[in-house]
């Protein structure tokens, strides 16, 4: 007898930095979605595709859900609560820690009135004690009626296995949505864009990458098909950011232009001439124009 074939949609959500964008990564086995410990590093919703034999998941990677400050914030945060009923399985993610603060208890509310099944993953077990684990199982496992409680580290890959076999248990049986060697719906200009994003998101100071996004003004492969211009522009929303993402004679903006291209020229799997400008636009993140204009889908503003 044959065996079914399944295929379905998952959504990763929780609050920020819990690892989400390392659990896709890993699972997928290729790097999409951009890391960072610093908040709101995902921006906008991201599709990534894990293809085996069993079947296809399509990994939705939420920005995290959060109190939003601006029209940004708002944005993200419309885009992940919408993403809950549009799925076949939600993977919850936390970090390890018997304390169940305000933002868990939101995400926690709005899960118990999903109809999707729910399944708890606490992240990060290879930061705790393994006797512990079960404590943190404990607090968590009466907020919500889950269909599975799965503890993994994203970082060092432990129990990731564990996690597909249930995964695929929830998923339907259902067509190929995509070939089997696509893994992101991510256009390849907004790949690069959060790459340099990233760079500049690990290489600044804390109170700058909040206010930054990157523009991709042009990417052009040369004739000879052997080298890729790329012109990028980061914005950023004070003049006093401007010298700072600059840095010294140039110094910070040539760091990032480094770390950004070398990376480009591993997933282009070719040469990158990079780049990079630095422009002031007071308040972007309030303007739905320039939401928009930063790849941001405006009719989920």
Not at 187 to 199: D, G, N, S, Y
Not at 229 to 250: L, M, V
């Amino acid at each position: 007898m044959e065996k079914e074939y399944k295929s379905g949609f998952a959504a990763l959500i929780g609050r920020p930095n819990v690892g989400k964008s390392t659990l896709m990564n890993l699972l997928i086995g290729q790097k999409i979605a951009i890391t960072s410990n610093k908040p709101q590093t995902t921006r906008n919703r991201i599709q990534t595709v894990y293809t085996e034999e069993r079947g296809q998941i399509i990994f939705l990677d939420t920005p995290g859900i959060h109190k939003a400050k601006n029209k940004l914030g708002e944005y993200m945060v419309t885009v992940a609560e919408r993403t809950l009923d549009e799925v076949d399985v939600i993977l919850w993610l936390v970090e390890p820690t018997t304390y169940i603060g305000a933002g868990e208890q939101m995400i926690a509310e709005k899960l118990s009135k999903a109809d999707t099944p729910v399944v708890l993953v606490i992240n990060k077990i290879d930061t705790v004690k393994k006797e512990e684990i079960l404590t943190f199982i404990a607090a968590y496992k009466d907020l919500v009626d889950f269909a599975d409680i799965v503890p993994v580290s994203a970082l060092k890959a432990e129990n990731t296995d564990q996690l597909l076999d249930v995964l695929f248990k929830h998923l339907p049986e259902g067509p190929m949505y995509y070939d089997e060697d696509t893994v992101t719906d991510q256009p390849e200009r907004q790949i690069v864009a959060e790459i340099v994003r990233e760079k500049a998101l690990r290489l600044l100071s804390d109170e700058i990458p909040h206010g930054i996004a990157v523009e991709i003004d042009r990417m052009k492969e040369r004739p000879n098909g052997q080298i890729i211009d790329i012109d990028a522009t980061i914005i950023c929303e004070r003049d006093s950011h401007k010298g700072i993402i600059i840095g010294k004679q140039g110094a910070m903006l040539k760091k990032i232009g480094t770390q950004a291209r070398i990376e480009m020229e591993n997933l282009l799997d070719t040469k990158v001439n990079l780049k990079l400008w630095v422009k002031v636009r007071k308040d972007w993140r309030d303007s739905d124009s320039m939401i928009k204009n930063f790849g941001y889908n405006a009719e989920q503003i």
